[in-house]
């Protein structure tokens, strides 16, 4: 099995839904990532979590949210999903006092219609 | 600002032929650097990283990277590559004192046979 498993892999969606994208990791690691993915934009920092109480915003948070519900569990939501929303998303892992290495999810595909 | 740069968004080269992946990074990101690999349909997984010490790292699949502090720069390179070396090659850095790893556009790697 995976160590940071993401649901759902791929999804597609009409404007305005509500969506969830959920990672769980098993490398017992505090710190957790969202990333966006776009062609030519590389990877993009929506939100991380250094520990459960821990939240905070990355480079690209507009229209997203988090919820950090256990060490192991770290998922990111559309409020109202808009097309430009349509990505690649990843969720990552890392540990504390490490050398910042992370460990990623196989990504779940969005596609806002 | 932060930044990580990557001069070349694709790179093609025949089978067998030496590769070089270029990165510069910004006096911002620490000298914590990172490539990853991306393959198709997959998620991103560490190839090499310069932490500390030689400033020739070795990474797995053959791949190689040095460190050049007086060029800022980071670049990858092979001396031969195979047809499986076909995947998207990102560069990153740790930023500031969070711990936040910022990444390159990225780089495709195409090898052709």
């Known amino acids: 099995d995976a160590d940071v498993t993401q649901t759902p892999r791929n999804r597609i969606t009409k404007t305005g839904k509500r969506i969830m994208l959920e990672c769980s990791q098993t490398k017992g690691h505090d710190r957790m990532y969202w990333y966006r993915q776009d062609p030519g934009l590389g990877l993009r920092l929506i939100y991380y979590s250094f520990d459960v109480k821990d939240i905070n915003k990355g480079e690209i948070s507009d229209g997203y949210s988090v919820s950090r519900q256990a060490q192991a569990k770290f998922s990111l939501s559309l409020e109202s999903a808009i097309p430009n929303q349509t990505a690649l998303y990843f969720c990552a892992t890392s540990a504390q006092g490490g050398t910042g290495e992370l460990f990623f999810g196989e990504g779940s595909r969005l596609t806002v219609l | 600002a932060q930044s990580v740069t990557q001069l070349d968004s694709q790179v093609p080269v025949f089978e067998e032929a030496p590769v070089e992946l270029r990165c510069n990074y910004s006096s911002s990101v620490s000298v914590y650097l990172f490539w990853y690999v991306q393959y198709p349909n997959q998620g991103l997984q560490l190839l090499l990283k310069y932490l500390s010490g030689s400033t020739l790292v070795k990474g797995i699949n053959g791949f190689e990277a040095e460190f050049n502090k007086s060029q800022t720069s980071f670049h990858l390179r092979k001396p031969s590559v195979h047809i499986s070396d076909t995947a998207e090659y990102f560069c990153?850095?740790?930023?500031?004192?969070?711990?936040?790893?910022?990444f390159g556009t990225g780089t495709k790697l195409q090898v052709i046979p």
């Open positions: 990153a850095g740790l930023s500031g004192g969070y711990q936040k790893v910022t």
